[in-house]
């Protein structure tokens, strides 16, 4: 791997390297960026959050330290863009750090499109370390995202433009504030833009800060947690994780004081609980006994929070082990795509309504 500091030639293209500044300046999604070693790396939790998922494991913990969610966006009229990523320890082996050009993937910085890619990619390991890549962005001003990995801990080394290129940073106003376990962080997505959480942020036109950590059941430490602005929207997703991990008793009681926190910070903010997608062990009887039960909770538990809607997200994802990574939980592009589609019409006929 190669240094630089300021600039350098590469396949007879000046470019530059942008300052951490320019880099913060353009960012959502993190509550606290830091460069250390040479690498600029986002915190989407706060110190609180982090020590509350210490709290429950080490896996949690550094599951909390993914990128998922954080994204720059920026104007820019330069013709081609240099990323230089290294990908650490996190939810799973695999990653891919997205690169987004006035709406449409154009391509990745990730560690497996150069080989052949399995349908049930999750079981597969890979090799985490250095990746970096060149991007031609086109003639022109045009809007560009990157966004950042859900899985693996992401950091930037080294993100360049065109010398001379303009630089604009173009950051949403309004933010998105999810809560949830592995799906809402986006496990089993191969590219973090075609998750269900980014899609909603995206369909919203809003920030995406994902609080959300694969293997959690409800996790009132998370709401109890006032974010530094006051989100447009707010998403809660739990209750599969609680029907293996908890009791009904536990279940009713930590999920009530998620919503009792997020009513307390948040009075006149719209709030969406979803209940669990559909799972092919669903027939099973876990620590809450039937899958079945968790849904009329949540229910019962919205019902006293009145700006809370429920949607059931059960009838989202086809009963199609090709709609899932894992082959039978976590939802790959084509499952998120049904998620989406199912959730969205109902999130905006509620706030159109």
């Given amino acids: 791997m190669v240094y630089y500091n300021t600039k350098r030639k590469l396949k007879e293209v000046y470019i530059m390297k942008l300052t951490f500044e320019q880099i913060k300046s353009a960012c959502s999604g993190a509550v606290n960026i830091t460069q250390e070693d040479g690498l600029i790396r986002f915190y989407r939790m706060h110190q609180a959050q982090l020590d509350a998922a210490m709290a429950r494991s080490e896996a949690f913990y550094i599951r909390a330290h993914s990128t998922t969610g954080v994204k720059l966006d920026f104007r820019t009229d330069s013709a081609s863009l240099f990323l230089d990523v290294n990908a650490s320890r996190g939810t799973m082996t695999y990653f891919a750090v997205d690169i987004i050009v006035d709406g449409k993937l154009i391509g990745s910085v990730d560690n497996f499109s150069h080989e052949e890619v399995p349908v049930f990619h999750a079981q597969k390991a890979y090799q985490l370390g250095d990746y970096s890549g060149r991007f031609d962005l086109g003639p022109g001003e045009k809007m560009v995202r990157v966004h950042l ?75 109890a947690v006032r974010e530094e602005f006051t989100p447009g929207v707010i998403v ?93 939980l976590h939802p790959n592009a084509k499952g998120f795509d049904y998620y989406f589609k199912g959730l969205w019409p109902q999130m905006k006929a509620v706030l159109e309504g």
């Fill in 149 to 223: 990995s859900w899985g693996p801990v992401t950091s930037i080394r080294e993100l360049s433009l065109d010398d001379g290129a303009t630089f604009t940073p173009a950051v949403p106003e309004k933010k998105v504030l999810f809560y949830g376990d592995s799906i809402t962080q986006g496990m089993d997505c191969l590219h973090p833009s075609q998750t269900y959480s980014a899609r909603i942020a995206e369909a919203l036109g809003m920030a995406e800060y994902n609080k959300a950590i694969a293997g959690t059941n409800s996790f009132p430490e998370m709401t």
């Fill in 236 to 328: 809660v997703a739990y209750g599969t994780n609680d029907w293996t991990l908890s009791d009904t008793a536990t279940f009713r009681t930590n999920y009530r004081a998620m919503h009792e926190h997020i009513r307390n910070y948040y009075p006149g903010t719209p709030v969406f609980a979803l209940t669990p997608v559909f799972r092919y062990a669903l027939n099973e009887c876990r620590a809450m006994g039937a899958f079945c039960k968790v849904g009329p909770i949540i229910q019962e538990i919205c019902a006293d929070f009145p700006n809370v809607t429920v949607i059931d997200g059960f009838p989202f994802i086809p009963r199609d082990h090709l709609c899932f990574g894992d082959g039978i």
